[in-house]
């Protein structure tokens, strides 16, 4: 049985696994077919159906300008799926350059990133970000970018310790001795070998991303109204908390939800794949 | 051990001129003008040129953050531009109240998390274990401002148990002071529970398999004397870094829970100079908080290096 056949099914093994896997999707087909799904327009207001509760019309009621929220919380897993996914690729990417770079060449250009990782990693992640958006402006896109630079030195990190590791094993070292280039040993050998740490990273990162966007859409810095954001629905119906309590509960449940679903997915990426699972 | 402290201190330096540098030049890189922020929109170019005159914001950068670092050597943390007052007074009014929520959020999510943490590892694979391991998972994955806002809508707005806002001085009473910390504790508390539970079950699940304990136990020695005595000392050595990484990340929610609450602390002072484009101020909230980070991983690391006496016979052979 191959490696991905073994991972595949200690994985499916893992039923809480499976049920945040299943989450996800669900997500994701929310994200791709909201026009299809969504009852109505997500920005339309209707001013006659102020604040209503939750009713056969509207799953989940409506906010201050009528607008039905059911609608706009499928709308709005567009954006948090679209933050996760970018920012952590951003981070993932970078992360994985530098921490590649400092692991396989080590030195004075080790002693350097490892010190802009110390530097990123010692700002609070969220006032780090915070600031990050102050300079680029409030948007979806720019919290992308932000997420993504917090994140970097994680993934870093996790990299430059998994080549450390991996560096010094004797296939390496034949490689390095049959003279194969740098490039080719840390594509063919390294890379493979130290992804399964940052695999269980990226699931965790994504949580982290789509609870950072719903922050700083919460603090107003991020998505901008009329666009609906899970955190910035969160931020608008705290004023009405009394009135319509259902427009924080659903936004505030769907972010917990998906988290939660991203959770559970590394939990069980990291029993499939650590090496003592493995060798039971 | 001396040596092994003084040379860490040492290397702190770079990473908090590094963490000043990246701070001034992201400010400065920041669109608006203090100037035109202090003065209003209406305000004319000569008025804008004369202010930032005085702000000393017509040097060039690197000018600018010589003689910021020049007046932190001294102890100077510069005036507000909006309230005019010294930083360094605003920061002593504000950081006790940020102090207060961080230790309270730690302490009690600490005692709380390192207790359950054991009983799961304990009785694993029972309903306890299941419920509790569920709770942990539910504390990481909960939004701190959602379930502040659902505290603050439960226990303020319907029960009227606690205040939905502000801070009580000690002054005013010890119920009242602690009434006003609940909820914002609790909210900010709630991921480190979730966190430190799971790291504290797996790390004494993975001290629960290994050699000694079962030797511990083949000896004939009692079930509570094998994982209070043995199991315990050594699987609470790892957790004691991941409370080294919660400080950091309770610094950082504070800034979130502190606008929820209306908390007074720098957190909320640093969202507000933000929005304001009030350098000194943001500069030094940043510099703060990156220096309890540090030093807080600092200490955390002094103390695992003197409990886990095979780092601490290392270090010394060193």
């Known amino acids: 049985m191959s490696g991905f056949h073994k991972f595949r099914k200690r994985f499916s093994r893992n039923?809480?696994?499976?049920?945040?896997?299943?989450?996800?999707?669900?997500?994701?087909?929310?994200a791709l077919f909201a026009p299809w799904l969504a009852p109505y327009d997500p920005i339309k207001s209707n001013i006659r159906a102020r604040l209503e509760p939750p009713t056969l019309q509207h799953f989940f009621g409506t906010d201050d300008l009528g607008r039905d929220i059911f609608s706009r919380i499928i709308f709005g897993s567009r954006i948090s799926l679209q933050v996760g996914l970018v920012a952590v690729s951003i981070a993932t990417s970078a992360g994985m350059l530098m921490g590649i770079l400092a692991?396989?060449?080590?030195?004075?250009?080790?002693?350097?990133?490892?010190?802009?990782?110390?530097?990123?990693?010692?700002?609070?992640?969220v006032l780090l970000a915070i600031a990050i958006m102050a300079v680029l402006g409030p948007s979806t896109f720019n919290?992308?970018?932000?997420?993504?630079?917090?994140?970097?030195?994680?993934f870093a990190r996790i990299t430059r310790a998994s080549i450390l590791v991996v560096r010094n094993q004797?296939?390496?070292e034949a490689a390095q001795s049959l003279g194969v280039r740098s490039a080719g040993i840390i594509f063919r050998h390294i890379i493979p070998n130290a992804l399964d740490a940052v695999i269980v990273q990226i699931s965790l990162a994504m949580a982290f991303a789509i609870l950072v966007e719903a922050a700083l859409s919460f603090l107003g810095l991020g998505t901008q109204p009329p666009d609906p954001s899970w955190g910035s629905m969160l931020s608008f119906g705290r004023q009405y908390m009394l009135e319509a309590p259902w427009w924080t509960l659903?936004?505030?449940?769907a972010i917990f939800l998906?988290?939660?679903?991203?959770?559970?997915?590394?939990?069980?990426l990291r029993d499939a794949l650590d090496p003592k699972t493995v060798l039971e | 051990m001396t040596t092994y402290i003084i040379k860490r201190l040492f290397l702190l330096v770079p990473v908090l001129l590094g963490v000043s540098l990246t701070t001034f030049l992201l400010l400065r890189l920041t669109p608006g003008d203090p100037a035109t922020s202090i003065l209003g929109v209406q305000a004319t170019p000569v008025e804008v040129a004369r202010i930032r005159k005085a702000l000393g914001l017509d040097k060039p950068w690197y000018v600018q953050y010589g003689i910021w670092l020049g007046n932190?050597?001294?102890?100077?943390l510069g005036v507000s531009y909006q309230s005019k007052k010294p930083v360094a007074e605003l920061v002593r009014q504000r950081f006790p109240a940020t102090l207060e929520l961080t230790v309270a959020a730690l302490l009690f999510s600490t005692l709380l998390a390192i207790p359950i943490g054991i009983l799961t590892a304990i009785k694993r694979n029972t309903a306890a274990d299941h419920a509790f391991t569920s709770f942990g998972l539910f504390g990481i994955s909960m939004p701190d401002f959602w379930f502040a806002i659902l505290l603050i809508l439960v226990f303020s707005l319907y029960l009227g148990w606690f205040p939905a806002s502000g801070r009580s001085p000690w002054a005013a009473g010890i119920g009242k002071y602690f009434k006003h910390l609940v909820l914002p504790a609790l909210a900010l508390g709630l991921f480190n529970i979730g966190a430190l539970m799971r790291f504290t079950r797996s790390s004494m699940l993975e001290v629960i398999g290994q050699d000694y304990i079962r030797t511990a136990r083949a000896k004939g020695l009692s079930e509570n004397r094998v994982v209070l005595h043995h199991a315990l000392r050594n699987a609470l050595i790892p957790t004691i870094t991941v409370l080294g990484l919660q400080i950091g990340y309770a610094l950082g929610g504070s800034v979130i829970i502190e606008q929820v609450?209306?908390?007074?602390g720098i957190g909320w002072l640093a969202l507000t100079a933000i929005n304001q484009r009030d350098y000194p101020v943001v500069m030094a909230v940043v510099l703060i908080n990156a220096l309890v980070f540090v030093l807080s991983n600092l200490i955390v690391d002094v103390l695992y290096t003197w409990v886990n006496p095979r780092i601490r016979i290392s270090e010394e052979a060193a």
């Open chain 1, 170 to 172: 004797d296939y390496v």
């Open chain 1, 258 to 268: 998906t988290v939660f679903a991203l959770h559970l997915i590394g939990d069980g």
């Open chain 1, 250 to 253: 659903f936004p505030g449940l």
């Open chain 2, 72 to 76: 932190i050597f001294q102890g100077d």
């Open chain 1, 143 to 154: 919290v992308m970018i932000a997420v993504g630079i917090v994140y970097i030195p994680i």
């Open chain 1, 103 to 125: 692991g396989y060449f080590g030195g004075f250009l080790d002693s350097l990133l490892m010190r802009i990782t110390d530097i990123l990693f010692a700002f609070p992640a």
């Open chain 1, 15 to 30: 039923h809480l696994a499976v049920l945040g896997v299943a989450i996800i999707l669900l997500l994701l087909v929310c």
């Open chain 2, 261 to 264: 609450f209306a908390w007074p």
